[in-house]
């Protein structure tokens, strides 16, 4: 009898075809297709559109049809076995919807959680991805960069530090079509360190209906970048703007968090493009989204000795210490010290190298490592990321992302060819707005005509 038990456990009726009962067998094994054709459809129209609480219940109720026939089934297949062996088999029917039903509880409340409700009201009027009018340039008081350029050194292949200018995909299609924006923010937020500047600054555009993607890092320290209408200019550094947007709410109207819009609207107006969306994490949750990750492995271009920022008290500082050439396999704190150091190098450098780890995260994700890792990840998430993404347009969103080909992904890093000089009083770089404006549009609409016809890498092969 129990090996009629286990055969209805595999499939629902072939327990009862065993033991004789056809007519049983086959009402079984239909109800089963049922079932299993409803999972099908509601996993098909659940991915087109959205995912709210009518989807969660759906697919909860199911779930539970399905146990419920199940176990009726083996219970049914199995009478006549020892009771200890048709409780084990009843056991193992059961954990695999008890698990799917708390990945399906918890993952969602994490989801309610971290993403919003609604779509964000702090998007600039935009024609397309581009805004209406660009900014007026300003004038300031400049000065030339203090150091003259050296000369590249003459690299071996496989030791070439990353490319800190921009990369093109040559013949790729010039033809438009829509664009959703996303800006990632990393913030420095830990022990020692007040409020939270945003050190991690990158605007990444994705195209619907293509592979193609554009990634722009924008530097740290800018300052004189728009910030509000006409001629209005933030005088600090640009990673400064989301801690003093959070102490004046009042002038950063329309979304959930005032640091986070003041920085889109920024961005926005620095580049002439619509923002639409941003996704903001910690040090603490990057380092620890890694290690549940179980890690990223990256080809080092660079020499990096350095020890950054602690992301918790009571923790050492995290160190690097890699040469050229080296295939590692970094881990949370390591990961953090590689993609923050900039001692050994220089902010355009760990923009690069912030861009290469992201695309390498999410090439390399596993889905038996998520699944395994759920409950950890989806705290870390809670904790750590926060997003104005709204939840109903998370589906849409995921599968544009994951679509994206690191080998059609152009990226600009906006080194001092962008700058219009450096301000006297402190040598920061003012941005040079207008050219900056003048490389997204031609790496969005036309990025074969983009770098003056040279040949370039894409970002596939620079990471």
């Not at 002038?251 to 941003?278: E, I, M, N, W």
């Not at 271009?301 to 995290?318: C, F, H, Y």
């Not at 950890?376 to 998430?381: A, C, H, K, P």
Request: contains cysteine; hydrophobic residues 45%.
């Amino acid at each position: 009898m129990l090996i009629a038990g286990v055969l209805s456990m595999v499939v629902p009726g072939s327990g009862q075809l065993y033991n004789g009962a056809r007519r049983r067998g086959l009402v079984l094994l239909g109800l089963s297709v049922a079932f299993l054709l409803g999972l099908l459809a509601l996993a098909t129209w659940g991915s087109l559109d959205t995912v709210d609480r009518r989807l969660l219940a759906l697919l909860l109720a199911l779930n539970l049809g399905l146990l419920a026939l199940r176990l009726f089934a083996v219970v049914d297949a199995s009478r006549g076995a020892w009771a200890v062996g048709i409780a084990v088999l009843a056991t193992l029917t059961a954990a695999p919807h008890l698990a799917v039903a708390y990945v399906t509880v918890r993952g969602y409340g994490a989801l309610e959680e971290v993403f919003a409700d609604e779509e964000p009201r702090d998007v600039l009027p935009a024609r397309g991805v581009f805004l209406v009018a660009d900014e007026p340039e300003v004038e300031v008081e400049a000065i030339a960069p203090s150091q003259p350029t050296e000369p590249a050194p003459d690299w071996p292949a496989e030791e070439k530090p990353l490319a800190r200018s921009v990369e093109v995909l040559e013949g790729a299609e010039s033809a438009p079509r829509p664009w959703t924006t996303i800006l990632l923010l990393g913030t420095d937020e830990g022990p020692g360190n007040w409020g939270a500047r945003t050190d991690t600054i990158i605007l990444v555009a994705a195209q619907h209906g293509t592979a193609r993607a554009a990634a722009f890092g924008i530097p740290r320290n800018l300052v004189q970048v728009p910030v509000g209408e006409g001629r209005e200019r933030f005088r600090q550094p640009l990673n400064a703007l989301y801690g003093f947007a959070q102490t004046k709410p009042a002038r950063f109207p329309g979304g959930q968090d005032p640091g986070a819009t003041a920085l889109k609207q920024a961005v926005s107006r620095l580049l002439g493009v619509r923002v639409d969306y941003y996704a903001l994490v910690n040090l603490r949750g990057f380092a620890d989204l890694v290690d549940a990750l179980g890690g990223v492995r990256i080809h080092v271009r660079e020499r990096l000795v350095d020890s950054v920022t602690r992301p918790a008290w009571g923790e050492p500082k995290p160190r690097i210490d890699v040469r050229p050439g080296e295939v590692r396999r970094f881990y949370g704190r390591e990961a953090l010290a590689y993609v923050r150091s900039r001692k050994d190098s220089s902010d355009y450098a760990r923009m690069a190298r912030q861009r290469c780890f992201l695309s390498a995260m999410a090439n390399q994700l596993d889905p038996v490592r998520v699944l395994r890792s759920f409950g950890r990840l989806t705290s870390i998430v809670e904790e750590n990321v926060s997003t104005d993404v709204p939840l109903d347009r998370l589906p849409r969103l995921v599968r544009l992302v994951t679509r994206i080909d690191p080998t059609q992904t152009l990226t600009v890093t906006f080194g001092p060819e962008y700058f219009f000089g450096r301000r006297k009083s402190d040598n920061h770089p003012v941005p040079h707005g207008g050219r900056m404006r003048a490389t997204v549009r031609q790496a969005l609409l036309h990025p074969d005509e983009l770098g003056g016809g040279r040949k370039l890498d894409t970002a596939g092969k620079a990471c």
